[in-house]
């Protein structure tokens, strides 16, 4: 199971977590491995965080008055699911770095929660997943060596890996996120319901493991 995310998208973390009450409730849960692959919503993103309305209502051709009220639809849609978002007076910035720390999440076994973490701290808590410091303090909360983080943020390490995550999205015909891959075989756009999660679950592993005839 892969699923493309950017820990900036709201989306993503709605869809994680409908994902995960699908998940909760399929009968081969334990056979299923999870990896998250790196999406950049926006690769010329600013370095420097920036106001997150302005910014994004440029972006895409609207008001900063539409863009609160998606906001404001999203948040509702998000504690429907238990997630609290606090969504107004956010910032944005460039996630490359929070995906090459994901990517040393994922060897040392800490992907999701390192996922997790940086979802709430940027949607519920309104905190920095941009600044070195930051993610160092994040991924240190989540189990990461705060040393090792350091060291892969300042050497560039895991680059080639986040770009190749993004390539491969793209030739596997996504061009947003949530995008989430069942067993290579069937892929899933959006932050879907939980019933679609399921459903794709149970056809994933029937085409997997053929019932006896």
């Known amino acids: 199971m892969e699923i493309w995310s950017d820990v900036v998208c709201p989306w993503c973390y709605l869809g994680k977590r409908r994902f995960e009450r699908a998940l909760a409730g399929f009968e081969h849960r334990d056979q299923v491995e999870v990896t998250f692959r790196s999406f950049e919503l926006d690769p010329g993103a600013p370095r420097e965080p920036q106001p997150k309305a302005a910014l994004i209502a440029a972006k895409y051709g609207i008001s900063e008055a539409e863009f609160a009220a998606n906001e404001e639809r999203l948040t509702q849609l998000a504690a429907a699911e238990g997630l609290e978002y606090h969504l107004d007076g956010g910032v944005i910035g460039n996630t490359f770095d929070a995906h090459r720390v994901l990517h040393l999440a994922r060897e040392r076994g800490l992907q999701d929660a390192v996922a997790e973490r940086l979802f709430r701290a940027y949607f519920t808590e309104r905190r920095s997943v941009f600044g070195e410091e930051s993610l160092v303090e994040l991924a240190a909360e989540s189990g ?51 019933e679609t999660f399921a459903a794709a679950l149970d056809k994933a592993y029937q085409d997997a493991e053929p019932l006896p005839k």
């Open 144 to 194: 990461l060596d705060a040393d090792e983080v350091r060291r892969v943020l300042a050497d560039g390490a895991y680059a080639d890996e986040v770009r190749a995550d993004i390539d491969e999205a793209r030739a596997l015909g996504a061009n947003g996120v949530p995008f989430f891959v069942f067993d290579r075989r069937y892929g899933v756009s959006g932050a879907q319901s939980t």
